[in-house]
């Protein structure tokens, strides 16, 4: 098992380059099984969740091939559409083949995803919708069995105790594109990788309105193609690095990223004093004076995402005064709290909001991440604090940050990637 060291206190200043989104890379990689035909899908990142999607659509039979940020998928030899707890208990967003490969073959089988370290992980919204969708649904010995000979439009509210679904939302859509009739879901998740998918829906030749908004329509077709496409850039990771630009009092400009798909997180940073300027599609972050402290809740887009709240705490931690964070996406999602308390926070947990007391610094120690994002916030944690800090179990951020080490280097860190001998 491999770790990252980091010397903290360097100042981060450059330019970085950001990859494709994951999060909408894996919904579009699944939507490709909704033919027989070729797509050929461009700007993917080459991160561990990716390569485990790429894996679950050969293992059910179809050819993929991958060159740089390139996949070529040929679903014509997909005869099985099931999916093993083998293949499912390593990556929670292979749910999401669920709805393609329902609608395409008339039946689907799929293990049941179980919890993870960010909270319970349900999916009954899937099933809902799948239900909806007019499927015969049977949950038995852990796994989803969905049946429909062909499944047919309705209109469905899709809101959970928690909001919106970001993969029920790509689930319901993808099932319904092929479904007969009409489908409207409400209380669709607005966020920018489901845009991403529905338009690579469209290219396939899908007719789908009101992307982006909360009430989606979809009107069946009876067969789609393949397509080519190229996913949206990442902005959790560019999220991240504006974050990490900003605590080391940096000057980092960022190429090929959406600034207004980060609208309340820019929103904070400038509220705290950062300085976020774009020109020609290049996003420059600055940190120039003394920051002041800012509040933060979590909820589905366009509010402030739970993917860069560990960031965003790390951030608080070196802000001098109080700051609050309240999850209201998975509001168990605090595992980083400890481990920021270990290099000198004060982190105080109260029910679902922390409370930061910023201090100056933070102090390098070894940790351990529980998750990608925990463990994101803790690099950026590593990257002011004096000293060496050590984030062990890296194998969390190969899933979602491609290239990370070379990345920060690139504007002045040091970090390094060594073995865990522990
Ligand atoms: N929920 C339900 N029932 C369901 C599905 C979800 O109650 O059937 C609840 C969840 O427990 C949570 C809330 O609804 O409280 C939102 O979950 P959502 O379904 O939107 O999450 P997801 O689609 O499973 C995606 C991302 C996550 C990201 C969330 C929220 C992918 C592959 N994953 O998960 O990304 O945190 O949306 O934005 O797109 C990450 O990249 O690190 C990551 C965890």
Redesign the pocket.
């Known amino acids: 098992m491999d770790k990252l060291v980091i010397e903290g206190g360097r100042r981060l200043e450059g330019t970085l380059e950001v990859s494709g989104a ?2 909408a890379a ?2 579009i990689l699944a939507a490709t099984v909704l033919t027989k035909e070729k797509s050929v899908i461009r700007n993917v990142p080459l991160v561990a ?1 990716v390569l485990t999607m790429i894996k679950i659509l050969r293992t059910i039979g179809a050819k993929v091939s991958q060159a740089a940020d390139t996949v070529e998928v040929d679903p014509s030899g997909i005869t099985d559409p099931t999916l093993t707890y083998k293949i499912v208990s390593t990556m ?2 292979s ?2 083949l669920l709805g393609p490969l329902l609608a395409r073959f008339g039946y689907a089988k799929v293990s049941f995803p179980g919890g993870c370290v ?11 919708g799948m239900k909806a969708l007019g499927a015969e649904v049977v949950l038995e010995h852990g796994y989803v069995h969905a049946k429909a000979k062909r499944l047919r439009g309705t209109r469905l509210y899709l809101g ?11 689930n319901v859509m993808m099932a319904a594109v092929l479904a007969q009739g009409r489908t409207i879901i409400d209380s669709a ?1 607005c ?1 920018p ?1 489901v845009v991403d998918l529905g338009n690579y829906l469209k290219k396939m030749g899908a007719k789908i309105s009101g992307l982006g908004s909360p009430s989606i329509e979809i009107e069946g077709v009876r067969k789609l193609s393949g397509a080519q496409y190229s996913i949206i850039s990442d902005r ?1 990771e560019a999220g991240t690095y504006m974050i990490a630009a900003a605590m080391t009092k940096g000057d980092v400009t960022l190429r090929n990223m959406n600034l207004h798909m980060l609208g309340a997180m820019l929103d904070k940073l400038r509220d705290a004093g950062v300085q976020v300027t774009e020109k020609n599609g290049h996003v420059r972050v600055r940190r120039q004076r003394v920051l002041r402290p800012v509040s933060v809740t979590t909820l ?2 366009p509010g402030f ?3 860069l709240q560990a960031q965003m705490m790390a951030f608080m931690c070196v802000v001098p005064g109080i700051s609050v964070i309240t999850e209201k ?3 168990e999602r605090f595992m980083h709290v400890s481990e920021l308390n270990r290099m000198g926070a004060n982190i105080m947990l109260e029910g679902h909001s922390a409370i930061v007391n910023g201090k100056k610094t933070l102090s390098g120690a070894p940790v351990m991440a529980s ?3 925990a463990s994101a916030g803790l690099v950026l944690a590593g990257l002011v604090a004096e000293g060496s800090t050590e984030v062990s179990r890296v194998y969390h951020l190969d ?2 940050y491609e290239g990370l080490v070379g990345k920060l280097q690139k504007v002045g860190a040091r970090i390094r990637r060594e073995k865990d001998l522990r």
């Open positions: 994951k999060n894996l919904p969740d929670r967003g749910i999401c960010i909270g319970p992980r349900p999916i009954d919204l899937h099933i809902k959970g105790a928690f909001g919106s679904s970001v993969l029920g939302t790509a998740a966020e990788e959790i589905p887009y995402p739970t993917d996406i998975y509001p998750d990608l994002r899933r979602g």
